[in-house]
């Protein structure tokens, strides 16, 4: 007898309080590589009522306006309106940024210094990093996860659109998709929660939001009769965003991932620049896992990387097929190791990432992206004949 099982993921949007002060670092962060591609950023957002509070530490030549890049991003989310507590014109902007320290920075610096083993560009942290991959989507990732991002993005093009006067945008969705076998078969529940004015009725928004969201982008013939729709079950969602609710960079991190369905290092990604591991390790562990389920290899895949800071090899590398493989996970990773590279150095070169791309990742997942291949370099599938050929 085949396996039944429900499996959820949730996405947020833009608005969320989160998903600001990730949107508020990831914009310094591009602002910092704009003016210097050599830019040491690590920038963390917390944002409550009308204050913003942005932390952490920068070296650059770079020369940002903090406080102008912050309210820049919060104007592009939406938070504009007159009534509106966390306004992009009316916040305060509190600047707590320092240096990158000199003993993390001698780590990552391609040079010699007392006590570091060689003298090449290390990692600027240890840690562990993984990487997901699975054929339940065209973009390679989870259905729960994909579906849940669909139902977001689609949610903030209509509020930006400004045909639909009531939305706001604060945001968060839901979905549970059944499996049989260990493939998705159908959508159990829906659940869209979405921040609105006060004058509109909540049947307006229930009906809207069935008919022109979810039923717009998640598949027909994945909802049926016994699908359950939730929208707004408070019943009200008039007051949302960091007025609501506090905002932290980094805690939405199963929402920028797999939905769960893959597993997570310990570290976040907005605000970091890619001498940061947690990011860029990540970046590169997805493509991997990508190509090799691109390649026909596997169904499922996963890769895990761990560093040491200042160090520039990974101290460990896995992967695992889940029983899904062409070939053994052995012979798999042995030909990975053949086609790619791992050194800190070498991903930021092979994915191009000493660049302002990251503000375009921030939202709707750092992955799964496949219509910007330019700047989402972790999405190509580039590699997966020379995987191929490396696995004959």
């Known amino acids: 007898m085949s396996k039944r099982y429900i499996f959820s993921s949730e996405s947020v949007g833009e608005g969320h309080p989160d998903k600001v002060c990730d949107t508020i670092s990831d914009y310094v962060l591009d ?6 591609a050599r830019s040491r950023v690590a920038c963390e957002c917390y944002a409550k009522s009308n204050v913003v509070v942005v932390g952490g530490e920068i070296t650059t030549r770079a020369r940002v306006d903090f406080t102008a890049v912050a309210r820049q991003a919060i104007r592009d989310i939406g938070y504009v309106h007159e009534g509106d507590v966390f306004h992009a014109d009316r916040v305060f ?27 090449e560009q290390g990692a600027g942290d240890q840690g562990l990093m993984f990487g997901y991959a699975c054929d339940e989507t065209p973009e390679l990732m989870p259905a729960p996860i994909m579906f849940a991002h669909r139902l977001g993005r689609e949610l903030t093009r209509i509020r930006k659109s400004g045909k639909v006067r ?35 009725a909540h049947a307006t928004i229930e009906a809207f939001i069935i008919r022109n969201v979810v039923k717009k982008v998640l598949p027909a013939e994945m909802l049926d009769r016994r699908t359950v729709y939730l ?24 929402v920028d991932t797999y939905g769960g369905m893959g597993r997570h290092g310990g570290g976040c990604f907005s605000g970091k620049d890619p001498t940061k591991v947690d990011r860029s390790a990540a970046y590169m562990a997805r493509y991997v896992a990508k190509n090799i389920v691109a390649a026909g290899l596997a169904r499922r895949a ?19 097929t889940f029983g899904t493989g062409e070939a053994s996970d052995e012979a798999i990773a042995d030909a990975v190791c053949r086609v790619f590279r791992f050194k800190p150095a070498d991903i930021i070169k092979q994915l191009n990432l000493a660049r302002p791309v990251y503000s375009k990742t921030t939202n709707y997942g750092h992955f799964g992206k496949v219509d910007d291949l330019e700047n989402i370099t972790w999405e190509r599938i580039d590699k997966a004949a020379a995987l191929r050929r490396a696995l004959r």
């Open 166 to 200: 009531w939305l706001r945008p604060d945001a968060k969705s839901q979905v549970s998709v059944e499996y049989e076998g260990g493939r998705p078969v159908r959508i159990t529940n829906v659940v869209v929660s979405t921040q609105h004015t006060a004058d509109v």
């Open 31 to 36: 602002a910092c590589l704009a003016q210097d």
């Open 231 to 254: 929208v707004n079950p408070t019943g009200r969602f008039v007051t949302g965003g960091p007025q609501g609710d506090a905002g932290l960079t980094g805690r939405k991190i199963i």
């Open 302 to 320: 996963e890769i895990q990387f761990a560093y040491a800071i200042g160090y520039p090899e990974p101290v460990s590398m896995a992967v695992d």
């Open 93 to 119: 902007v509190m600047n707590m940024l320092t240096q990158q320290s000199p003993d993390i920075r001698q780590g990552v610096d391609a040079r010699a210094a007392t006590g570091k083993k060689r003298a």
